[in-house]
């Protein structure tokens, strides 16, 4: 077992190098630099080299990690969309960055890339508190949560079906439902239904495997999350949740192999440049084939797009910090109180890119802010510092958490295994920000999680202190 999984970690590293190089061959304007500042390329390469060993390294450790996440997306949006961008002289959302904000932006995230290893080094992983879990049992009250569950799946597409009609559940375009005259309860209340249609799976395999039996629960719920949430009908972040959400948690071949960074991505490459098809038109109006084959076509060019705009957003902030000021903590504290509507808080601040983007004076405001840029427009470099650090220790405080504590064997199964894919996924959509909806949308499904385990009567967690040899 031991030779067969290095074997598969050896696989696995070669395969995501060849496929980085793939990518990095079929995107780069070789013979056709519009830009080449040596000091712009030099703080590039420098950062891709750091975060391509620190990706091998989590890819090594781990078979799937928030910390592979965050190495990841710095990879693919700070280093690979950031200079396929520069070396086309194509920035989304403005016409030009000098090559002297650049540099900087490029020197910041080197220190954002050894403050967040700073904040690994905090967790001891040779003396720590073991944490353990309480399991989950065979019992009724799986039994009942999963009929009330089922239950609530069926309702919640019948309704769906009922509001918008069946076909048009298959495209992003015509999917949407208001649930309230405000956009903000419509977006919570939509996340509250998916993540109920999710668990509803989750626990329905669950009992399954406790007391064996309810394979019917398992397709009726599955085909329900299927019929109301289809993947062409979700934002890509959301299906990334949704459906590689299920995936980590159950399937035992991705806990074993080092298969994940392929598939992610795999996805992140094709599935979700494919999604963008259905994000505009009907689904009876999408040319499958067609849709796939520009995929391949626009290798090249849909780095240059506008959801790779997390580069240019990070150079946006930290222009606009140099013009006028940081917010003082107002942004973070939008974040922290997001749960308070905002009829009852008017000046309650609004997600970090849209503040970005009204300052530019833009009629469009759904841009990311990713973390750093969060982090320096609340506190300047001394954010960078503190966000860099508490992201590298609670990212790598959870994944010890999960991987200390998991059954490989799936014979037990422990509450946090349920959450914590969910919380990886969204991760993902946290890097690339804003932090305002991705924590609000995350907490969503944590809550959901959150009121399934007390009703099972479960405690979250015990500690125990143990010093590990």
């Given at each position: 077992m031991l030779q067969t999984n290095k074997i598969l970690t050896f696989f696995s590293l070669w395969l995501l190098i060849l496929l980085l190089v793939i990518v990095f061959i079929?995107?780069?304007?070789?013979?056709?630099?519009?830009?080449?500042d040596f000091g712009v390329y030099l703080t590039f390469f420098v950062n891709g080299f750091l975060w391509t060993l620190l990706l091998i390294k989590e890819v090594k450790k781990y078979s799937f990690s928030l910390m592979m996440i965050h190495w990841s997306f710095c990879l693919l949006f700070f280093f690979f969309a950031a200079?396929?961008?520069?070396?086309?002289?194509?920035?989304?959302?403005?016409?030009?960055?000098?090559?002297?904000?650049?540099?900087?932006?490029?020197?910041?995230?080197t220190c954002w890339?050894?403050?967040?290893?700073?904040?690994?080094l905090f967790v001891n992983e040779k003396g720590y508190m073991i944490h353990n879990l309480s399991y989950i049992k065979k019992s009724n009250k799986i039994f009942i949560l999963t009929i009330s569950l089922t239950l609530f799946s069926i309702f919640i597409m019948f309704y769906r079906i009922n509001e918008i009609g069946f076909i048009n559940l298959f495209s992003r375009a015509t999917s949407g439902i208001s649930y309230s005259e405000n956009s903000s309860i419509t977006l919570l209340l939509g996340k509250i239904l998916q993540s109920i249609s999710y668990f509803a799976v989750i626990f329905s395999f669950i009992n399954k495997k406790l007391n064996k039996k309810g394979s019917i629960f398992v397709f009726i719920s599955s085909l329900s999350l299927l019929i109301s949430f289809f993947p062409t009908s979700l934002a890509r972040n959301t299906t990334g949740v949704i459906y590689l959400g299920l995936l980590l948690t159950l399937s035992k071949t991705l806990k074993t192999n080092k298969l994940f960074i392929i598939l992610f991505l795999g996805a992140f490459l094709i599935l979700f440049p494919?999604?963008?098809?259905?994000?505009?038109?009907?689904?009876?109006?999408?040319?499958?084939?067609?849709?796939?084959?520009?995929?391949?076509?626009?290798?090249?060019?849909?780095?240059?797009?506008?959801?790779?705009?997390?580069?240019?957003?990070?150079?946006?902030?930290?222009?606009?910090?140099?013009?006028n000021s940081i917010t003082f903590g107002y942004q973070l504290l939008g974040v922290v109180l997001f749960f308070i509507p905002r009829i009852f808080w008017m000046s309650k601040p609004i997600g970090s890119g849209a503040f970005i983007a009204e300052n530019y004076n833009w009629n469009f405001t759904n841009v990311?802010?990713?973390?750093?840029?969060?982090s320096l427009i609340n506190f300047g470099f001394i954010g960078l510092i503190i966000f860099g650090i508490l992201i590298g220790f609670i990212a790598k405080k959870l994944d010890l958490f999960y991987w200390e504590n998991i059954d490989i064997s799936g014979k037990q199964i422990?509450?946090?295994?349920?959450i914590y894919p969910v919380i990886l996924m969204f991760f993902f959509f946290m890097c690339r920000g804003d932090l305002l909806s991705s924590t609000a949308y995350m907490m969503a499904y944590i809550f959901v999680w959150f009121i399934l385990i007390k009703i099972l009567n479960i405690n979250i967690l015990q500690l125990k202190k143990y010093n590990k040899k």
């Open positions: 079929a995107a780069i304007p070789f013979g056709n630099f519009q830009r080449s200079i396929i961008q520069y070396s086309n002289n194509v920035f989304p959302w403005v016409n030009y960055l000098s090559d002297d904000i650049l540099t900087k932006t490029n020197l910041y995230l890339t050894f403050f967040v290893i700073i904040g690994n494919f999604l963008n098809a259905f994000r505009n038109i009907s689904f009876y109006n999408v040319s499958i084939t067609q849709s796939i084959l520009n995929v391949f076509n626009n290798l090249s060019i849909v780095w240059l797009a506008g959801d790779y705009d997390a580069y240019t957003m990070l150079n946006l902030v930290i222009d606009y910090i140099h013009i990311s802010c990713p973390l750093p840029a969060e422990n509450n946090f295994e349920l």
